[in-house]
C-alpha cells in the first residue's frame, strides 16, 4: 500500500520562482489537506478539499494556491517563492464514512527558499 | 476559531516512569474525533490513540492512555513506563465532523532519560 506519498521530498528554491508539490492518495478519501510545519508553530493548515473539484482556505492561506481536479490528487503551488515560505510541508488525506477519521500522512517535503 | 493548546512545549521522563502530556482545545461541535499524534525524528507522522467525543469512555492502546474530559475541554496523554523509543514531538489534534477540519496543537517535545 502506497498510502499517501508526496513529491518532491526536498527542494531549494530562488526567492521569486515558482513550484508545485503533489500530493497523491490511493486510498479513494474524500477529504485532504496541506499543512506547514514550523518550530513551536505545530502543524498549521494551509488549504483543504472536502472532495473532487473542491477547496477551501484554512489558517495560512496567503502565498498558497491549491487544485484538486482528481480525486487521488491534491496539489500546492507557490507563484512566487519567499523566504518565509521555507518550511517542512505535509500533505494528509481522511477518508469519509463512519470509521473514526484517521489521517494518513505524507512523508513531508522540506522546501527551503533562499 | 477552533483552537488547540498544548501548553508544555517541553517535557521529560526517566525511563520506566509515567509521563502526561497536556491539551486543551475549543470547539462548539458536538460531533468530533480527538487524536494524539507521535512525531519522531524521521518526520512519520504517528497516530497513537483516537478518541470520540460522544465516547464517555477513556481510550487505551497498551501504555498510551487519555483523560478525557469533555465538559472542560481537556484531552491529555499518559505514557506509562516510558520507553526510549517514545522520544518524539507528540501532537493533540481533533477533527470536526462538520467543517472537516484536521486541527493541530503546537505540540510537545518529549524526552526520555535513561
Known amino acids: 500500500n502506497a498510502g499517501v506519498t508526496q513529491t518532491p521530498k526536498f527542494r531549494v528554491l530562488k526567492t521569486g520562482q515558482s513550484m508545485t508539490l503533489l500530493c497523491a492518495q490511493d486510498m479513494n478519501h474524500e477529504y485532504m489537506y496541506w499543512y506547514r510545519q514550523d518550530p513551536g508553530m505545530g502543524l498549521r493548515l494551509i488549504h483543504y478539499?472536502?472532495?473532487?473539484?473542491?477547496?477551501a482556505k484554512g489558517e495560512v492561506p496567503d502565498g498558497y494556491n491549491v487544485s484538486r481536479l482528481k480525486k487521488q490528487n491534491f496539489l500546492l503551488g507557490l507563484e512566487s517563492a519567499a523566504p518565509s515560505q521555507t518550511s517542512v510541508y505535509f500533505c494528509?488525506?481522511?477518508?469519509?464514512?463512519?470509521?473514526?477519521?484517521?489521517?494518513?500522512f505524507g512523508q513531508g517535503t522540506r522546501l527551503t527558499v533562499v | 476559531a477552533q483552537t488547540v493548546t498544548q501548553s508544555q512545549p517541553e517535557m521529560s521522563v526517566q525511563e520506566a516512569e509515567t509521563v502526561t502530556l497536556s491539551c486543551t482545545y475549543d470547539t462548539s461541535e458536538s460531533d468530533y474525533y480527538l487524536f494524539w499524534y507521535k512525531q519522531p525524528p524521521s518526520r512519520q507522522m504517528i497516530l497513537v490513540i483516537r478518541q470520540e467525543a460522544y465516547k464517555q469512555q477513556n481510550a487505551t492502546e497498551n501504555r498510551f492512555s487519555v483523560n478525557f474530559q469533555k465538559a472542560a475541554k481537556s484531552f491529555s496523554l499518559k505514557i506509562s513506563d516510558s520507553q526510549l523509543g517514545d522520544a518524539a514531538m507528540y501532537f493533540c489534534?481533533?477533527?470536526?465532523?462538520?467543517?472537516?477540519?484536521?486541527?493541530f496543537g503546537q505540540g510537545t517535545r518529549l524526552t526520555i532519560n535513561p
Open positions: 494528509a488525506s481522511i477518508g469519509a464514512g463512519p470509521i473514526a477519521a484517521e489521517a494518513f
Open positions: 489534534a481533533y477533527w470536526v465532523q462538520g467543517a472537516q477540519k484536521l486541527v
Open positions: 478539499s472536502v472532495g473532487e473539484g473542491t477547496t
